[in-house]
């Protein structure tokens, strides 16, 4: 089963299916990925494969041969992270016979996260690159994003209410929640009101997953899923696009 990919949000269109219909698609640039850990049971409490995405360069050092880059945008922890660096740490380690963990020799990557595949056999090994043909033959998927971030906004707008009476008699609390001393704990004894109660305050920016999305076509040798309808986030946001259960 495939492990899943990350990517980046490219934009929306629309392509004709083979009756003539319209399909409003998603583009999304999945992958070239590259294996950094792979978690194990013994080792680390669970199962998981590790990815990354998108080299973490300036533009000066993606123009240069890789043997004459600076790397000064990633610094050393995340350097170390894909590369063996020269440190007591590794030489004590080394002196006392234990084995190094494999590195994925690449560049540091901007977008590093796992797939927990706890119970999968999953044919992967450290510094292997996954691409778009891993979703070959996949009919649906399901993409997590990050939504837009639209700051603090009251209750109409973060979650859809209807709002008061447009009477005459209404005085401007037109836009207002309302009473939410009902909504007390202990039936308005205490001065708290419950966790999870609708009201104003941070709307977007948060985890989002779309799920079962119809993946209309894989373009392998340009690294780009087209997917039936929107998914979370703004063009350019990255993704994580794992096959639907």
């Known amino acids: ?6 990517g980046k949000k490219v934009g929306m269109t629309q392509i ?9 698609v998603t583009v999304i640039e999945a992958g070239p990925c590259a294996v950094l ?5 013994d080792r680390d409490g669970y199962q998981a494969v590790q990815l990354g ?10 123009e240069r041969e890789p043997e004459q880059r600076n790397r000064q945008r990633a610094n050393r922890a995340e350097r ?3 590369a063996s660096l020269k440190s007591k740490r590794q030489k004590r380690l080394a002196e006392a016979g234990l084995d190094a963990l494999p590195k994925a020799n690449c560049e540091p990557k901007r977008f590093v996260r796992e797939f927990r595949v706890d119970g999968e056999q ?4 450290v510094g292997q690159v996954l691409n778009a043909s891993l979703f070959d033959g996949i009919d649906a998927v399901d993409v997590i994003g990050t939504s837009k971030g639209h700051g603090t906004t009251g209750a109409m707008k973060r979650h859809n209410f209807a709002g008061q009476g447009n009477a005459h008699g209404t005085k401007k609390v037109h836009r207002r929640v309302g009473g939410i001393g009902a909504n007390a704990m202990n039936r308005g004894t205490s001065g708290m009101i419950k966790k999870g109660k609708r009201m104003a305050g941070q709307h977007g920016n948060a985890r989002s997953t779309v799920r079962n999305l119809k993946l209309i076509k894989v373009d392998t040798e340009n690294n780009m899923l ?5 998914i979370p986030g703004p063009n350019g946001g990255y993704v994580i696009i794992r096959v639907a259960k």
């Open 1 to 6: 089963m495939p492990v899943g990919l990350l």
């Open 16 to 24: 004709y299916g083979e009756g003539g219909e319209i399909f409003p």
């Open 37 to 41: 850990q792979i978690k194990s049971a």
């Open 53 to 62: 995405f998108e080299d973490k360069l300036s533009q000066k050092d993606l």
């Open 80 to 82: 170390g992270h894909v």
């Open 122 to 125: 999953v044919s992967v090994e």
């Open 226 to 230: 087209l997917v039936n309808g929107a």
